[in-house]
């Protein structure tokens, strides 16, 4: 549903920021793309949500191209910043002129989500703090069921309860004709959430794997008990011991520590690729 090819992007005439990026998001899944700060995430998420254009190659959504800002493009996509910046008006009053851009609005989903997150629906979304102003904002980008979800650092500036709503919220968001793409540098408030994990780094993509896979290929040990030293690919040191991500022969189901995946992808990125290709389906 997304597709991206050779995509070069500068953001001037010294800095090539994409240098021939591919990659594909297909509809239904929740992906979670992790990097670094300045790793290249949001200016991809720009380029998908038709912000930047493209300087050479293509990147399609559903078959359109995102930067020509097409009707057909806009009402399908939901893009949630960082920082919402929302007018001074009362959230009816938001409803009222912005839920007709989205022809799947559904105006009681919109209504329960606010619920949800404790927002009145008789308030005015200026005097909402930051935090509830944010969910009032995925509460709408949520009930305007677009074929296109982004989210950017969606948990930032939530509190813990908030978390919480957001990850029930977000269990019952997927659908078989969307795609929904999260960045974060808050693994752990979203990987329950996520199907497909995407890792830059210096605006490359270092790992692109669906969980299942991942959960198949590797496993995650605290490193008390006995591990082959051959089976170990990347071990760290955390406050509750130490972790170690491991070959997994025998497709042990084991929590996927994101972190450590992270990490360890970073620090060796040929050797995790690696653990996947030789498997790849038709190897
Ligand atoms: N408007 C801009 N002009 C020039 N360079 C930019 C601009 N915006 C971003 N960059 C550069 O592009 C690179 C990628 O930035 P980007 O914002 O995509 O990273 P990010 O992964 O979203 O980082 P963060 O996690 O900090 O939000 C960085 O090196 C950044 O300095």
Redesign the pocket.
């Known amino acids: 549903m997304i597709t991206i090819r050779n995509l070069i992007y500068r953001?001037?005439k010294h800095t090539v920021?994409f240098d021939g990026l591919n990659l594909e998001m297909q509809a239904g899944k929740i992906y979670g793309l992790l990097?670094k700060?300045?790793?290249?995430?949001?200016?991809l998420m720009k380029t998908v949500t038709g912000l930047l254009f493209p300087f050479k190659g293509t990147c399609k959504v559903n078959g359109l191209q995102p930067f020509k800002r097409e009707q057909g493009f806009l009402e399908q996509l939901f893009f949630i910043p960082e920082e919402c910046y929302l007018p001074s008006l009362s959230i009816n009053r938001f409803l009222a002129i912005y839920a007709p851009f989205y022809p799947s609005f559904s105006h009681s989903a919109y209504k329960e989500y606010l619920k949800e997150f404790n927002i009145p629906i008789d308030g005015n979304l200026h005097q909402l703090s930051f935090g509830q102003k944010k969910k009032a904002f995925i509460a709408f980008g949520l009930a305007a069921n677009t074929r296109l979800l982004v989210m950017d650092e969606p948990t930032n500036g939530l509190d813990i309860p908030s978390k919480v709503q957001f990850r029930n919220i977000m269990s019952r968001a997927s659908r078989p004709d969307k795609v929904i793409l999260l960045s974060t540098?808050q693994v752990r408030d979203l990987d329950d959430l996520i199907s497909s994990v995407i890792i830059m780094d210096d605006?490359r993509i270092l790992l692109h794997e669906e969980k299942d896979r991942i959960m198949e290929q590797l496993s995650f040990y605290n490193k008390q008990r006995h591990i082959p030293q051959d089976d170990i690919l990347y071990e760290e040191q955390t406050p509750n011991g130490l972790v170690a991500m491991c070959r997994n022969p025998q497709h042990t189901e084991t929590y996927i520590d994101l972190e450590i995946l992270f990490n360890a992808t970073l620090s060796n990125p040929v050797l995790i690729n690696s653990i996947f290709n030789q498997t790849k389906p038709g190897k």
């Open positions: 953001y001037n920021l990097g700060n300045g790793a290249g995430k949001s200016t540098h605006s």
